[in-house]
Nanobody, 127 residues
Framework: QVQLVESGGGLVQAGGSLRLSCVASGRTFSTYGMGWFRQAPGKEREFVAGISWAGGSTFYADSVKGRFTISRDNAKNTVYLQMNSLKPEDTAVYYC????????????????????WGQGTQVTVSS
């Protein structure tokens, strides 16, 4: 069982930066691949970025590539999403999620393969 709590969201002007954090409970955090997803009003939840359980592989949605960076600190049971050059279209509730099974290879973008979810943190980018 993994419980996730996100923080770091807020209101920022276009071009600004935010860093989201997701703290996980449980000693098995380091064995799970992690992902960040987002959901804007009236839209489907979409994949943003993912990182493998050991941190060796990362993958990004085209819309955030070059602007966002995902990382993890297994000693702190935390995964981060550094968001730079924010745009109004990045406005959404951001969720972190853990894969259903541990030790999976690589990064998967399909949200149905993530079993554990946080409550979300709001990110609003003003123009």
């Amino acid at each position: 069982q993994v419980q996730l709590v996100e923080s770091g969201g807020g209101l920022v002007q276009a071009g600004g930066s935010l860093r989201l954090s997701c703290v996980a409970s449980g000693r098995t955090f380091s064995t799970y691949g992690m992902g960040w997803f987002r959901q804007a009003p009236g839209k489907e939840r979409e994949f943003v970025a993912g990182i493998s359980w050991a941190g060796g592989s990362t993958f990004y949605a085209d819309s955030v590539k070059g602007r966002f960076t995902i990382s993890r600190d297994n000693a702190k049971n935390t995964v981060y999403l550094q968001m730079n050059s924010l745009k109004p279209e990045d406005t959404a509730v951001y969720y972190c999620a853990a894969r259903t099974t541990p030790y999976t290879v690589g990064v998967v973008t399909i949200k149905e393969t993530y079993r554990y979810w946080g409550q979300g943190t709001q990110v609003t980018v003003s123009s």
